[in-house]
């Protein structure tokens, strides 16, 4: 079973320019998160999919964030315009409602670097 | 609001010594559950453990133990005979989400764990 992944692994863009980020999760996994990992701190929630639902997008930063799951499958996550300070690593999670220990498998992460 | 502090930013060992990463969380809620993950070089982090703020009782999986006290809100990892393999970032983390669902979960800001042969 593939497990989640993530495209780019690293991305280097120029402040201004767009990012799309992208994330396939565990096939037949219902729940699709992305966090972030800004400078070495911690890892911070920033929205949660069921299915092609956002089910809570509370930790998007602000407009500039735009995260999509068509047909309640792959995930994208477009940053427009980028800032410096959106540089770190986004990570993606899934997992089934199906399975009682709630398990998140995360992927190996999209390293950004605005410059 | 939810808080997760590891206090230990980089922890150094040589193999085959123990070490126990400490982890202090901070809710109001009182159904909550904690879980503990390994970052590798590699960069995907991997579960290790989920603990609900029902079961108090230690687990032990291997090398690995863990050590839920409600009483200090506290949620430690012990690595025994620690090994080479072990070098990582790790990471404990709080969800308020009281369903099967790991939901959405707050971190904390990692220790890195390097183990010297």
């Known amino acids: 079973e593939a497990g989640v992944t993530q495209f780019p692994s690293h991305s280097v863009i120029e402040k201004g320019q767009t990012v799309t980020l992208r994330c396939d999760p565990i096939?037949?996994?219902?729940?699709l998160y992305w966090y972030r990992r800004v400078m070495g701190k911690e890892i911070k929630f920033l929205l949660h999919?069921?299915?092609?639902?956002?089910?809570?997008e509370s930790g998007m930063p602000n407009n500039r964030f735009l995260a999509e799951r068509t047909g309640g499958t792959y995930s994208t996550l477009k940053v427009q315009p980028a800032e410096l300070e959106d540089s770190g690593v986004y990570f993606c999670?899934?997992?089934?409602?199906?399975?009682?220990?709630?398990?998140?498998?995360f992927g190996e992460g999209s390293r950004l670097t605005v410059l | 609001a939810q808080k997760v502090t590891q206090a230990q930013t980089e922890i150094s060992v040589v193999e085959k010594e123990d070490v126990t990463l400490d982890c202090v969380y901070e809710?109001?809620?009182?159904?909550?559950?904690l879980f503990w993950y390994k970052q590798p070089p590699s960069g995907e982090l991997v579960f290790l453990i989920r603990?609900?703020?029902?079961?108090?009782q230690n687990e032990i999986s291997g090398r690995y133990s863990w050590n839920f006290q409600k009483s200090t809100s506290s949620f430690n990892f012990t690595i025994t005979a620690s090994q080479v393999v072990d070098s990582a970032v790790y990471f404990c983390?709080?969800?308020?989400?009281?369903?099967?669902?790991?939901?959405?979960?707050?971190f904390g800001d990692g220790t890195t764990l390097t183990v010297k042969p």
């Open positions: 999670a899934s997992s089934s409602s199906r399975r009682i220990n709630g398990e998140l498998f």
């Open positions: 809710t109001r809620d009182t159904t909550y559950y």
């Open positions: 999919f069921v299915k092609e639902s956002k089910q809570d």
């Open positions: 983390a709080l969800s308020e989400s009281f369903i099967a669902n790991a939901g959405k979960s707050t």
């Open positions: 096939s037949g996994h219902d729940n």
């Open positions: 603990r609900n703020s029902f079961d108090e």
